[in-house]
């Protein structure tokens, strides 16, 4: 079967360990783009922090904040935002705790304590705009939380609420989202738009949060340097982004016709 998509994961697939987009990747989409493959991305990251990529590559379809929300063309196709009494809940309990949490809507994106350590390390590593300084919540839609503070104490929030994921990302910072929210939902919803099942998909990963999304996938591709956890669910393991791994990938078995058959079976 010949594929009809493909999703890329960010850090550390599309982007290098000091977060450079390698010209080869940019050769990659193109190649893809001109053998009339549907090309998106999923994402832990919210549009905010997503959105220089996808313009760099032309990209207009995207799995955020690990599958919290999922855009074609500007347009919502599927969303899982967070309760907005559990928003309510944990901003006193950050305050509480003195911690900091970022808050990630569709057009918005806010931190409550923009000199918090743990915010600050995480931020510099990510090489991203900062978020405007929280105000007031009034219910807005939020996808994905942000949560910073010391790893022997983030068991208060992972106890306290049940109904929510937590996904470390970077030391003392976690990734919360509503339960049962990861990248395959999203993904699922922007291939039925497209008319397209599983099979036809190839999705690249590297990472805990990308594990549904490269078993699901005709061909889950995982990237080299990354979580063992990752790996092992892949169909195939390829090198780093800045081995130039993805253009190679693409140019000797995607961007060919036909395109190399592949089966979990190989």
Known sequence: MRFRAVFFDVDGTLLTRDMRLPESVKWAVNRLREQGVAVGIATGRSYAHTEAVMKQLGIDMAVLNNGGLALRQGRILAHRPIHPERILRILGDVEDADHALVLHGKEFTVV?????????????????????????????????INLFCPEDEVCRYTEAYPDLTFRRWFPGSYDVNAAGVHKAEG???LIGELGMSWDEVVTFGDADNDIQMLRAAGLGVAMGGGLPAAQEVADVVIGRPEEDAIWNFVRSNLAQEPAKAWSRAE
């Not at 090489?127 to 405007?132: A, G, H, Q």
């Open 112 to 144: 409550n304590k923009p000199e918090d350590a743990y915010f600050l390390r995480a931020y510099h590593h990510l090489r991203v705009p900062f978020p405007s300084l929280f105000r007031n919540y009034q219910g807005e839609p939020v996808y994905q």
């Open 187 to 189: 993904i699922a919803a």
